[in-house]
T-cell receptor, first 113, second 117 residues
């Protein structure tokens, strides 16, 4: 079983729509949580770190539920430039594997005009 | 702001040849990670270095080796290349390895696309 599970989509939404992505992780002791975006054939780019209290960055809101081992990303007022694959990422808890990133398979988003 | 630099960006090799990939981390980042991303796959962790010492090892074949040098750049050496090694190879760097989430934020280079014929 993968460390991180995501709905692969695809999600196809019109400009201006609100879209939400979810993922679950299997290691209850995971420490750090992130959302990355990846455009086709390019490197993953850090979108947001996800903190226990939840955090917001402009049109993007991330939530973490440690009890349910669940992470979400909400995108409001979608733009054409938001079209990408969104990767849910967690790190190991401690010890020698601290820092290693575990990726979900990604959720593909297409925003159409 | 300076980003992670990787070279070469593209590499074409024949089976059984060797390849060396280079990575230059963001200045003042002391931890380097290598990931492999096959077609349609998510990135898989290979190996990492902290302060020039190997800190963690993932699903890296024995045919591959890596090191981090005194200037913190890292090289991934791949020998006896196989067709299945064709992939995107990403290097990422972070400030350090820590239980503090912000320190574990990893920034990726543009990748090296390796094609083995």
């Amino acid at each position: 079983r993968k460390e991180v599970e995501q709905d692969p989509g695809p999600f196809n939404v019109p400009e201006g729509a609100t879209v939400a992505f979810n993922c679950t992780y299997s290691n209850s002791a995971s420490q750090s949580f992130f959302w990355y975006r990846q455009d086709c054939r390019k490197e993953p780019k850090l979108l947001m770190s996800v903190y226990s209290s939840g955090n917001e960055d402009g049109r993007f809101t991330a939530q973490l539920n440690r009890a349910s081992q669940y992470i979400s990303l909400l995108i409001r007022d979608s733009k054409l430039s938001d079209s990408a694959t969104y990767l849910c990422v967690v790190t190991a808890d401690r010890g020698s594997t601290l820092g290693r990133l575990y990726f979900g398979r990604g959720t593909q988003l297409t925003v159409w005009p | 702001a300076a980003g992670v630099i990787q070279s070469p960006r593209h590499l074409i090799k024949e089976k059984r040849e060797t390849a060396t990939l280079k990575c230059y981390p963001i200045p003042r980042h002391d931890t380097v990670y290598w990931y492999q991303q096959g077609p349609g796959q998510d990135p898989q962790f290979l190996i990492s270095f902290y302060e020039k010492m190997q800190s963690d090892k993932g699903s890296i074949p024995d045919r591959f080796s890596a090191q981090q040098f005194s200037d913190y750049h890292s090289e991934l050496n791949m020998s006896s290349l196989e067709l299945g090694d064709s992939a995107l190879y990403f290097c990422a760097s972070s400030r350090t390895v820590s239980t503090q989430p912000s320190y574990n934020e990893q920034f990726f280079g543009p990748g090296t696309r390796l094609t083995v014929l």
